[in-house]
């Protein structure tokens, strides 16, 4: 069964440019996280998806950060403009209802 | 928001010892996981645990859940170089519930 696809995997911009992230769940996962993790620290919630409904994105920093799931499927997490504090991998996550979650690699951002 | 706070930060043993982690709240969870992630991964689930007081055990590992579900504990027996990684604890606050929200870690290192 194939994984939680996340690309790209390292992405370096300078700081107020954009960047996007794309993520692909495993198949008939109806909800999709998308987490950052900041060196040190535990993953930190951004916004959680219910098949393409938003269940939770009270920690999305709404002024830079945007997500979608068009069709329920696949999902692309979008920041603009990027600030320095944004440096941190970005990990996605899926799971059918409630229960396990299974993440993606990451895609590790550095911003200078 | 619930916090879940982790301890030790970081421990380096050598190979053979026994360690102790902990995951600690001053909320009550309906289940609590934990998860290992190796440098450049994602967090892979080791265990959840729902039931005040259980005892579960995963080959040289022992997880305990507290008895009023605030706080947990992972035992590892006999350490090796391949447990090496981030030890995260999640909690779910409410039953169906399906939001995790993460500690900060345990970052273990077995040297040989």
């Known amino acids: 069964e194939a994984g939680v696809a996340q690309s790209p995997r390292y992405k370096i911009i300078e700081k107020r440019q954009s960047v996007a992230f794309w993520c692909n769940p495993i198949?008939?996962?109806?909800?999709l996280y998308w987490y950052q993790q900041i060196l040190g620290q535990g993953p930190k919630l951004l916004i959680q998806f219910q098949n393409n409904g938003v269940v939770d994105d009270s920690q999305l920093p709404k002024d830079r950060f945007s997500a979608e799931r068009l069709k329920g499927v696949d999902s692309t997490l979008k920041i603009q403009p990027a600030k320095l504090e944004d440096s941190a991998v970005y990990l996605c996550?899926?799971?059918?209802?409630?229960?396990?979650?299974?993440f993606g690699e990451g895609s590790r951002l550095t911003v200078l | 928001t619930q916090l879940l706070e982790q301890s030790p930060q970081f421990l380096s043993i050598q190979e053979g010892e026994n360690l102790t982690v902990y995951c600690n709240s001053s909320s009550v969870f309906s289940s609590l996981q934990w998860y290992r992630q190796e440098p450049g991964e994602g967090p892979v689930l080791l265990v959840t645990?729902?039931?005040?007081?259980e005892v579960k055990k995963l080959k040289r590992l022992t997880f305990q859940f507290g008895d009023a579900r605030k706080d947990s504990s992972l035992h590892i027996t006999a350490a090796q170089p391949g447990d090496t990684g981030l030890y995260l604890c999640a909690g779910a606050p409410h039953s169906g519930y399906s939001t995790l929200t993460f500690g900060k870690g345990t970052m273990l290192l077995v040297s040989p």
């Open positions: 996550a899926s799971s059918l209802v409630l229960g396990e979650l299974f």
């Open positions: 198949s008939g996962h109806a909800t």
């Open positions: 645990v729902v039931t005040g007081g």
